[in-house]
T-cell receptor, first 110, second 111 residues
């Protein structure tokens, strides 16, 4: 069993939809939670960073962490075609080592 | 503020050769981490350097090595290249807060 599980998709939604992306994990030592967006043939771009249970909002993005359930989510409101990319969750127990999910490919159609 | 830069962006090598990749972190960042990304295995942690010292290492063979210089720039070396080493190699820099910012990567193709 992988430490971090993420549905690879693809997830196809129409423009304007609310998107929900999720990861589950098994290691309770993870304390830091990140979401990255990666466009084709580019490096990952940090979208959200949090280290506690609860919600964190930044513009159209909301990150949610439930440590008791070992479940993290990223919500995208009013999705745009430019949001089409692969979204990766990344978790860390500290010491700079990130453990990534496989990534979910998102397609937003106009 | 300039982001993380990696050189070269693309590289083609043959089996048995060795390769050196370079990474310049964001100004002021002292931690540099390296990751390998492949379609089959996804993103995997190689190692992390802080103040010229390797602090953490992933599960890769000894053919993969790195170093960091006093100006925080880092290099990664892969010796005796194998076909399976073909991947996107990503460098990430951090000020130490666990937030990591990635560069564009070096795409290595081994023939």
């Amino acid at each position: 069993q992988k430490e971090v599980e993420q549905d690879p998709g693809p997830l196809s939604v129409p423009e304007g939809a609310i998107v929900s992306l999720n990861c589950t994990y098994s290691n309770s030592a993870f304390q830091y939670f990140m979401w990255y967006r990666q466009y084709s043939r580019k490096g990952p771009e940090l979208l959200m960073y949090t280290y506690s249970s609860g919600n964190k909002e930044d513009g159209r993005f909301t990150a949610q962490v439930d440590k008791s359930s070992k479940y993290i989510s990223l919500f995208i409101r009013d999705s745009q075609p430019s949001d089409s990319a692969t979204y990766l969750c990344a978790l860390s127990g500290g010491f700079q080592k990130l453990v990534f999910g496989t990534g979910t490919r998102l397609l937003v159609s106009p | 503020k300039a982001g993380v830069t990696q050189t070269p962006r693309y590289l083609i090598k043959t089996r048995g050769q060795q390769v050196t990749l370079s990474c310049s972190p964001i100004s002021g960042h002292r931690s540099v981490s390296w990751y390998q990304q492949t379609p089959g295995q996804g993103l995997q942690f190689l190692f992390e350097y802080f103040s010229e010292t390797q602090r953490n290492k992933g599960n890769f063979p000894g053919r993969f090595s790195g170093r960091q210089f006093s100006n925080s720039r880092s290099e990664m070396n892969v010796s005796t290249l194998e076909l399976g080493d073909s991947a996107l190699y990503l460098c990430a820099s951090s000020s130490g807060s666990n937030e990591q910012f990635f560069g564009p990567g070096t795409r290595l193709t081994v023939l």
